[in-house]
């Protein structure tokens, strides 16, 4: 009987190089398109699945941020944590090219060039949180800090206020 093998994303690979433990979620890839619709369909709390959203600053230079998927990103406030004038969000065209991800499936872990990237400060408070795998339809679930210390990032209120 032919053991069914799950489909490795780089992502996973990079965690597994690394010795980081993290659970693999996966829901249809044509199916939930937001992710408060993704984490309904895992059955994960909107709190702990985070979006990857990358912007460029004032100074030319790229960042990332991940933030809960209900919230939105306050740009002033993101500017502040990463020393920048002012940020803004790039192009959903120049995504794929910058970072190797598409629209829906972008994850910090693994890109093309690690970025300067800060996670919402709410990200610590939690066992575990889930972040895109590296394509749509897939989600890997692990220790808020490890991801924190693979990547460099920072932690910080970069949310708006509801």
Do not use: W
């Amino acid at each position: 009987m032919a053991k069914h093998k799950e489909e490795k994303t780089n992502v996973m690979r990079v965690l597994d190089q690394k010795k980081i433990p993290y659970t693999p979620h996966a829901y249809p890839a044509d199916g939930p398109t937001d992710g408060v619709s993704v984490a309904g369909f895992l059955g994960q709390d909107v709190e702990r699945v985070f979006k990857t959203l990358v912007t460029k600053g004032n100074s030319g230079a790229y960042y990332v941020f991940d933030i809960p998927v209900a919230e939105n990103l306050d740009l002033k406030k993101a500017a502040k944590a990463v020393g920048e004038k002012s940020i803004s969000m790039i192009p959903q065209k120049e995504l794929l090219p910058l970072t190797g991800y598409v629209h829906g499936g972008c994850s910090p872990v693994g890109m093309k060039k690690q970025f300067p990237t800060v996670f919402h400060e709410t990200a610590v408070l939690f066992d575990t949180v889930c972040v895109s795998a590296g394509k749509i339809g897939a989600q890997v679930e692990l220790a808020p800090q490890a991801l924190l210390d693979l990547l460099g990032a920072t932690a910080a209120d970069i949310i708006v206020e509801q």
